[in-house]
């Protein structure tokens, strides 16, 4: 889970500061590992939806409804 720390509008762009993710998103991880013609291994395939389920749980366990989950919103730390 990614850290929210605040969000605000700002010529009438919305900007949310959130703790860093050093290893970006799943969108680029995927793009690059299709540039350079690799699979992830099953493991990692396995791995990468075990944490994304336990990051769903913990939100609806907190009654919080993600409506916009997409590659570019699963960030690797």
């Known amino acids: ?10 010529d009438g762009n919305l900007h949310i500061l959130m703790e860093f993710a050093e290893g970006g998103d799943l ?10 013609r690799k699979y992830f291994s099953e493991k990692d395939l396995w791995m ?8 769903l749980d913990y939100l609806h366990s907190k009654n919080i409804i993600h ?4 590659t570019l919103n699963i960030f690797i730390s």
């Open 1 to 10: 889970m990614i850290k929210y720390f605040t969000s605000f509008m700002e």
């Open 27 to 36: 969108y680029e991880l995927l793009k690059a590992q299709k540039k350079k």
């Open 48 to 55: 990468f939806g075990y944490e994304m389920l336990l990051g």
């Open 67 to 70: 409506r916009d989950i997409k």
